[in-house]
Each structure stands twice: as C-alpha cells, then as structure tokens.
C-alpha cells in the first residue's frame, strides 16, 4: 500500500521547535517531490512548502520563510520540516503529500497525491 505517515507532532511552548518527518510507506521517496501543509482548527488548508526530488529546490510559503526548513534523507525514505520559533497560530494539524511542485510561487498542494493522516501541532504555554 502506497502511503505516507507523518510524525512528530506533539504540544510545544511558543518560541519552542519541533522537527516533523513524513516517512513513506510502499514507494521510493527519492523519486518525488514532497510538500508539508497544515490546516489549522476550523480554518482552510495552507501549503507551507516542497522540497525536490533531489532535495536541491525547496520554496516556502510567507508565513514560515526563514522559521521553517524543509529535507530529506531519501536513504531513509524519509522528509522533514524543522519549525522553529513556534508561534500559537502556527497550531494546527500538519501533513505531508507527495508530488508537489517547488517551483511554484507560492507553494500550492495542486497536483498532490497520497496524502498522510496528519500530525497535531499545538504551540501553547
């Protein structure tokens, strides 16, 4: 089964970090693009960024340049997204989806597949 799972969420102080990791299950990472979205409690999805296949072209959305870096480690089949400087509204359930396009400006889920369940993210005191 082609999938992907995404871990690492968990409650955070704001000004905390955390380091997300998108592991995929049933393919090859190291084929595809891969981007990170969130979607906060009652609120519209938001592409935070993608990463290449290489891992050599990222783009970022506004909202997380400069606090948020997105990898891969494609020997372990594996992405990331380290946050820092977490802010409370940076609280929300964050995914992970392949076939992402890290040209486009800004960052867009159109074309995305396969997407993972999600982890929570909560930036709280």
């Known amino acids: 089964q082609l999938q992907l799972v995404e871990s690492g969420g968990g409650l955070v102080q704001p000004g905390g970090s955390l380091r997300l990791s998108c592991e995929a299950s049933?393919?090859?990472?190291?084929?595809?693009?891969v981007g990170w979205f969130r979607q906060p409690p009652g609120g519209l999805r938001e592409a935070l960024g993608c990463i290449s296949a290489s891992g050599g072209t990222t783009n970022y959305a506004d909202s997380v340049n400069g606090r948020f870096t997105i990898s891969r480690d494609n020997a372990k089949n594996t992405a990331y997204l380290q946050m820092n400087n977490l802010k409370s509204e940076d609280t929300a359930k964050y995914y992970c989806a392949r076939d992402c396009d890290p040209r486009a400006a800004p960052p867009s889920e159109w074309g995305t597949n396969y997407w993972g369940w999600g982890t929570q993210v909560t930036v709280s005191s």
């Open positions: 049933g393919f090859t990472l190291r084929q595809y693009t």
